[in-house]
């Protein structure tokens, strides 16, 4: 495994250069879940649909959580990259390597246990029950190859390297829509052949990326020593890692509390909703991109003692994400059905989908003001202020809204749509308010 010095050079090419590469591995991750949903939408009926959306929820969901858990190994790789530290790097890797590998095992255990009671806890309809319990057992089934190919794709950008992620995943992508055809479309399999062209492409996608790792030469080498669980490590790897995945657990959950509340409102409601959060997943691929590049860059400069570019690198990404959210936002108020098309052809979707994604799009220019302060908070070893300010949002706004809404509004999907961006703007201010209280105490570094 090589490294990357991300605290040389020009700051917006730095940013470029590392994100344009994640927002591609990203883009392909969603169109995943697109690919199942536009393959089950043409061969299949609005339950299947449905089955596949909300399992592919609970997915993203779980998917989410071990990337914000991970993160806390990307920030330790990148400080120890910044600091000039090849030991510390190949120490944090290795200890990452084993910590996953437990959770990875407990995890899939867990949820094939758990799988009837999770699709009755999301309020499935009652027409899609059992696609959904398909769709996800197989899914759970494959849970170490999730878990293994996002630590894998975590420690490489640690190293400040998002291509090699990439070209995994393009892999894994080409393979999972030739089988979606494959599975569901001349084999008939429905939510349990989308759910075995993603198991099966992300089995592709770690085994190629193993190969890979094991052929490189490196200057960073992995010891059977690394490999020892190491208390002081793994408690830095947490401290990091854990805030964030509760972090982006609660985002998930919003998004299933949502999705219950839609599930509540009938067959075409919870379709018209499941299939605009795939398609937000498109739009969220910039700011997205920008919490992850600004995590890794903004820890190598910190690591290295450079806070200027560290604070610069965050305002870059406040200006991109600002930029992209305000032009992506206007586009959609014209057509917002034309979106919703590309996954059905049942007319009553298309409206119902069309409203709520015309109230939700503007959550990407908020969204990426506080993703991007995220990535800082993160980097500096403050992670813990990125769960808050999203648990505060959610509990206070995004979930109470969404259901206040619902129950006004039961003949359209809009103002339930605009539950998100409000949220997200509670984010943005408690964001902007720490930050000023850190630049005037010059605390950018946890003590942690």
């Known amino acids: 495994m090589e490294s990357k010095d991300l605290t040389r050079g020009g700051i917006l090419g730095n940013i470029v250069s590392f994100a344009l590469p994640y927002m591609l591995s990203y883009f392909l991750q969603i169109l995943y879940g697109l690919a199942d949903l536009f ?5 299949c ?7 596949v959306s909300n399992g592919g929820q609970v997915m993203h969901m779980l998917t989410v959580i071990i990337i914000g858990l991970a993160m806390g190994s990307t920030v330790r790789t990148a400080r120890a990259v910044g600091a000039g530290d090849s030991r510390g790097a190949a120490r944090t890797i290795g200890n990452t390597i084993t910590l996953f590998l437990t959770i990875a095992i407990v995890l899939a255990i867990g949820l094939l246990l758990l799988t009837s009671d999770i699709v009755r806890w999301i309020n499935t309809p ?23 190919y996002n630590i894998i794709a975590s420690i490489f950008r640690g190293l400040g390297d998002s291509k090699m992620p990439m070209y995994f995943v393009i892999i894994a992508c080409v393979v999972n829509i030739i089988l979606d055809f494959v599975f569901i479309g001349y084999f008939g399999m ?9 198991t099966v492409s992300q089995i592709c996608a770690v085994v190629i990326a193993i190969i890979v790792i094991t052929r490189r030469q490196s200057s960073i080498r992995i010891t059977r020593n690394d490999l020892r669980p190491q208390r002081n490590i793994l408690r830095g790897i947490l401290n990091i890692g854990v805030p964030v995945a509760l972090q ?5 959950v919003a998004f299933i509390a949502i999705t219950i509340i839609a599930n509540g409102r009938g067959l075409n409601d919870a379709a018209a909703v499941g299939i605009v959060e795939k398609f937000i997943g498109l739009l969220f691929i910039i700011p997205s991109a920008m919490l992850s590049t600004v995590s890794t860059i903004s820890a190598q400069n910190i690591g290295a003692k450079k806070i200027e570019r560290a604070q610069a690198t965050l305002r870059y990404a406040i200006y ?21 098309r590309l996954f059905t052809n049942d007319p009553q979707v298309i409206v119902l989908g069309g409203q709520y994604l015309k109230g939700y799009v503007w959550d990407c220019i908020l969204a990426g003001i506080h993703f991007s302060f995220s990535g800082f908070f993160t980097a500096c070893g403050y992670s813990i202020i990125s769960f808050c300010h999203n648990f505060i949002s959610i509990v206070c706004a995004r979930i109470p809204l ?19 961006p409000a949220g997200s703007l509670l984010s943005v201010i408690i964001c902007v308010a720490v930050y000023i209280w850190m630049v005037r105490h010059n605390k950018f570094v946890s003590p942690h």
């Open 39 to 43: 393959v089950i939408g043409m061969y």
């Open 45 to 51: 009926g609005v339950e299947s649909t449905t089955a």
């Open 126 to 148: 009652t027409e899609a029950v059992e696609g959904t319990c398909d769709y996800l057992f197989i899914c759970f089934m494959g849970v170490p190859f999730i878990v293994a």
């Open 190 to 198: 429905g939510p349990t052949g989308a759910a075995l062209a993603t």
């Open 248 to 252: 982006d657990g609660f985002i998930q």
């Open 320 to 340: 991109i994400t600002v930029l992209f959210g305000t032009v992506a936002s206007v586009i959609i108020q014209f057509e917002p059905e034309q979106a919703v």
């Open 402 to 420: 969404s259901y206040f809404m619902s129950a006004l509004y039961p003949t359209t999907l809009f103002p339930m749509g605009l539950a998100s």
